[in-house]
């Protein structure tokens, strides 16, 4: 479906949020607003998704439309949040219906956008502009900072546009990793300000992660998060990079490489998707040289400040234009409420996953995913439960990375507390069940 809204029923509500970025500290992404979207690289919350306004029509129900839109990225140091998009009405006609959520526009979004400019600060994403720590720019448009790439990892399946594919197998360790075969594992994180004993902590449950750059955090760019077994994954963040740079960064034990981040926001990657169709060649030529299975631009629900509010639109039309280009995997971002009016508390992103099942039929990456409005860890947790439990068990769903390790623009979302320390909430994403093909 190219247009988000014509299946409303079944993404009832949508909150999408921008990717946070992280540089070689990483940044970390926060939820938006809902109404207009946008944010900043990851600017704490942009606006919500567009296209959440209520359907007319039957009263007494929400009219169809989205919830909560998410869509900023954390702020990066030095930048400070502006404040997010502002809240969208509710729907015309009618006590809220399935979920009880907010129409035209959804529920407000939890913090600002990016400041232009800012630097990241640690577990902030980059605001547009604003240069990543450690590292290379993350303007917008820019590179990230020091990130790396991962370890091995499965291959997706490869396809033509939206060629049939399997979904794409986890990461497996990389060399001096634990000694369970990881080559199933799905789980991830989307952080990167990691210290060894981060990694430690997290390496029990996570076997992937990624930091918005092309070379790993520089706390463990000496290798530790291959002792720990757990795979780094390259970015190529925006339009501003180069091909000879980027080889040379990425780490040699690395299998996979990410697209541009969010690029139909303008406080994001801020590329069109024409323009990603003509950069795409250069960056195949990356992943030929290092030998690396390639996943698309990642795309988030957008409700202001865009080049395109759909998603879904987005990625066709990339496609449409990249004529024989390799696009092993599609990479999606989600950010709903925690509460779907059910029993199972991940629904809308169940909705949202089924919505990009039904559009491609590539192995899907869910790179960045949260509930944004959760008043409590637990709260969070028990809507982590039931999507960790969904994504495990879906076998399009290649990998997922969860937002964030830790994040200054969304509450109760830390996977971590002290150096080295699993919050309730980090304990449980590290200890729930994987699929049977992975032996962590």
């Not at 509710?90 to 035209?104: F, H, N």
């Not at 990461?171 to 994180?189: E, L, N, Q």
């Not at 879904?312 to 390799?326: A, P, S």
Request: glycine letters at 18%.
């Amino acid at each position: 479906m190219r247009n988000a809204f014509k299946t409303l029923a079944a993404l009832i509500p949508l909150i999408v949020v921008e990717p946070g970025c992280s540089e070689d500290g990483g940044s970390a992404e926060g939820s938006g607003a809902a109404g207009t979207a946008g944010s900043g690289i990851p600017s704490s919350g942009g606006t919500g998704a567009v296209g959440g306004a209520a359907s007319t029509g039957g009263a007494g129900s929400d009219g169809v439309g989205g919830a909560a839109g998410t869509g900023g990225d954390t702020v990066p140091a030095g930048g400070s949040a502006v404040t997010g998009g502002s809240a969208g009405s509710p729907a015309t006609g009618g006590a809220p219906g399935l979920g009880g959520s907010d129409a035209a526009g959804g529920a407000p979004s939890m913090g600002g956008t990016n400041a232009a400019g800012g630097t990241p600060s640690a577990g902030g994403a980059e605001a547009a502009g604003g240069n990543p720590s450690a590292g290379g720019e993350d303007a917008s448009g820019g590179t990230p900072a020091a990130g790396g790439e991962d370890a091995s990892g499965g291959t997706p399946a490869a396809g033509g546009e939206d060629a049939s594919g399997g979904a794409a197998g986890g990461g497996a360790a990389g060399s001096g990793g634990g000694t369970s075969d990881r080559t199933g594992c799905k789980r991830g994180v989307a952080y990167g300000y990691h210290s060894e004993a981060d990694m430690q902590a997290l390496s029990a449950g996570v076997s992937w992660w990624y930091n918005w750059a092309t070379e790993p955090d520089a706390a463990v760019r000496s290798g530790a998060y291959l002792d720990f077994g757990v795979e780094y994954v390259p970015m190529i963040w925006g339009s501003s990079f180069d091909v000879n740079t980027a080889v040379s960064q990425i780490p040699p034990e690395a299998e996979y490489l990410l697209g541009f981040n969010e690029p139909n926001f303008f406080s994001q990657a801020n590329v069109s998707a024409s323009e990603a169709a003509s950069l795409w060649p250069q960056v195949e030529q990356i992943a030929t040289q290092r030998g690396l299975t390639l996943v698309s631009p990642a795309v988030n629900f957008c409700g202001g400040g865009c080049h395109d509010t759909d998603p879904f639109n987005y990625l066709h039309e990339f496609i449409d234009q990249c004529t024989g280009c390799q696009i092993d995997a599609i990479a999606i971002h989600i950010y709903v409420g925690c509460n779907a009016g059910g029993d199972n508390h991940a629904q809308w992103l169940i909705n949202h996953v089924e919505t990009y099942k039904s559009e491609f039929t590539r192995p899907l990456w869910l790179t960045e995913f949260a509930c944004d409005d959760a008043a409590t860890m637990e709260e969070q947790r028990q809507f982590m439960v039931d999507a960790v439990t969904y994504l495990e068990n879906e076998p399009q769903i290649a990998r997922y990375a969860w937002f964030a390790g830790r994040a200054d623009n969304m509450q109760n979302v830390d996977l971590l507390g002290a150096d080295g320390q699993l919050t309730v909430l980090g304990d449980t994403y590290v200890n729930l069940p994987h699929n049977a093909a992975c032996e962590l």
